[in-house]
């Protein structure tokens, strides 16, 4: 350590002497001229002068440790101070709380969770008497499509699942405001100190602000119900004539109502307020028993979808693995569909039985979902138990064109969606939580005992898919849902290191890792027990609606 300068203070009443070293500079005898006042009563070589303060010089020797422990007796703790650490008990480390990241995909209960705000533009939830398996989306007839502007409207239809009286409803919310802002400093100050505190200049640009702010107002909810015989298992809305509404039933039935007078009183309740505009606006009458039943099936099924090409043309399937086919008994102009007369309102249709269980799959034929072709009149496709997906023309009955086992351990295929801007892309979600997309050219291999190999396929889910839905305006993006929660994926996204990226065989035999959060997610949505449909909103968008056992939910997240 060396040498310290340290400059002492002493006593008052001592003195000290300016030590004089000798060098080769004349001395004070020979040289020194005392001024005038010192030449009497004391000599030159006599001379002291008074200082409080000295200089001393101490002197530190460097002292290590060991030598300190030497001179205490101590022998036995001669040891580095600075690296001795305390013992760590076994107890302790025991009882240390380890701290990990939440995974989606690794279970639990999310009871405990805390919704981020900040993660959604908008965020509504709603929980009804009695849940709801499925809920699909009510376009709007007079607010237009690709909406931004806040506040929204969301129209939706859903069936009950109740052990009393069920029903399907039509429901309304409107008013929907973005997630409130976080109030500024100032914004708070002014909210605690009242009105008075804000003076004129304030005022002013405060008035202009909110000009150009949303309005924020409370959600209003509005709904009317129709009776319904048992349980709803799945709901439809017609796509050429939002008035109609298919509902397959847990009695074995499918009925077909027309809700065209409670979207009137919908619409006609939040319209303008001028009374002349309310007054003049025609409502129809409310009907509310179904117009059309057909009981031909032999049991119950979830399967039921509308083509998007043909108008009225519907198809069913139930769980004993036969295809229904749908059409309007009488051809159905354009005129009709807009006009306010619904134009199968006194109608019935035609249902032809189409097709039956294959030879390849008696054991488990249940169809769990049909989806038609978004541009092909005749093209359908179904899920099957058992791991099959077909692939059907109606123009030639009683067999698919296309049939494969995707799932080589026999897992179910819950749910498919077909992509409406890219034709050829199909997806489909399992029973082992795996979800899949498929190129439809290459979907039919040679040999029939082997399986084909998507385009992708995700292993991260850890329980069954229940609803998957492509983006309607985007052709890469697609909704999930499981029992834990609803996500959103961007298929476009690839991962940045290619060593982690899935590619050829091992994507295609089971590429991906269950429970990892794969890349192209964006987005989950939590919260919900047992979330069982979800659906993009055609006119809002990235607007969500799902149904679960804790009720529905419309969002619309931050960052989409």
């Given amino acids: 350590m060396g040498k310290k300068s340290k400059r002492t203070r002493k006593s008052d009443d001592a003195a000290a002497q300016i030590i004089e070293e000798p060098t080769s500079t004349p ?55 600075e690296t001795k650490l305390p013992a760590i008990n076994e107890s302790d480390r025991n009882n240390t709380t380890k701290v990990t990241a939440w995974n989606p995909f690794q279970g639990g209960n999310t009871s405990n969770l805390e919704m981020d705000e900040s993660a959604y533009k908008m965020h509504h939830a709603l929980t009804p008497e009695w849940p709801s398996l499925s809920l699909d989306i009510v376009p709007d007839r007079t607010l237009g499509d ?46 605690m100190l009242g009105e008075e505190w804000n003076n004129d200049s304030d005022g002013e640009e405060r008035s202009s602000s909110d000009d150009d702010e949303e309005e924020e107002l409370d959600p209003v909810l509005e709904n009317y119900a129709f009776p319904h015989e048992g349980g709803i298992n ?75 090409v043909v108008p009225g043309r519907l198809a069913t399937a139930d769980c004993d693995g036969h295809i229904h086919i749908w059409n309007a008994s009488h051809p159905v102009a354009s005129k009709d569909i807009t006009s306010k007369s619904s134009p199968w309102g006194n109608s019935s249709f035609e249902v032809k039985p189409t097709y039956s269980p294959s030879g390849d799959n008696l054991d488990n034929p249940s169809v769990e979902d049909l989806q038609w072709s ?24 009683s067999k698919a064109m296309i049939s494969n086992k995707i799932h080589g351990s026999g897992a179910d295929v819950n749910v498919i969606s077909w992509n409406r801007l890219v034709s050829n892309l199909l997806a489909s979600g399992g029973d082992d939580g795996s979800f899949c997309v498929w190129d439809l050219r290459n979907f039919q291999t040679q040999d029939k005992f082997k399986q084909p190999k998507p385009l992708a396929r995700f292993h991260c889910h850890t329980t069954p898919i229940t609803s998957l839905e492509w983006h309607p305006t985007d052709e890469s993006m697609i909704a999930v849902s499981d029992d834990n929660g609803t996500y959103i994926y961007d ?30 997610l964006l987005f989950v949505h939590s919260g919900s027990e047992m979330t069982k449909e979800v659906h993009w909103h055609p006119q809002i968008p990235s607007c969500v609606a799902t149904t679960s056992l804790s009720g529905y939910s419309v969002f619309i997240p931050s960052n989409l």
């Avoid at 397959?248 to 505009?277: I, N, P």
Wanted: aromatic content about 6%; glycine content about 6%; proline content about 5%.
């Fill in 27 to 81: 001395s004070l005898k020979d040289e020194y001229r005392p001024a005038p006042s010192l030449r009497t009563g004391q000599q030159t070589d006599e001379l002291q002068c008074e200082d409080p303060y000295e200089d001393v010089y101490e002197e530190d020797d460097d002292v290590s440790y060991e030598d300190v422990y030497e001179s205490s007796g101590d022998e036995e703790e001669m040891v580095d101070a």
């Fill in 146 to 191: 690709n909406r931004t502007r806040f506040p929204h409207v969301v129209t939706m239809v859903v069936g009950s699942q109740s052990d009393r009286s069920n029903k399907l409803t039509v429901l309304r919310m409107s008013d929907l405001c973005r997630m409130a802002k976080e109030k500024t400093e100032k914004e708070m100050d002014d909210e």
């Fill in 491 to 520: 298929l476009s996204i690839e991962e940045d290191d290619p060593e982690k990226a899935n590619h050829g065989v091992e994507e295609a035999e089971g590429g991906g890792v269950e429970g990892v959060i794969p890349p192209q």
């Fill in 234 to 308: 799945r709901i439809r809305v017609c796509p050429q004539n939002n008035d109609i509404v298919a509902a397959w039933g847990e009695k074995g039935t499918v009925s077909l109502y027309d809700v065209g007078g409670a979207l009137d009183l919908l619409d006609r309740s939040t319209m303008s307020s001028k009374a002349e505009t309310v007054s003049n606006y025609q409502v129809r009458k409310m009907r509310k028993d179904p117009f059309f039943v057909y009981s031909g099936h032999s049991t119950e099924g979830y399967a039921i979808d509308w083509s998007r």
């Fill in 374 to 397: 978004p541009n092909e009149a005749t093209v359908l496709a179904s899920a099957e138990c058992g791991g099959f997906v077909r692939i059907y023309d109606v123009r030639c009955p």
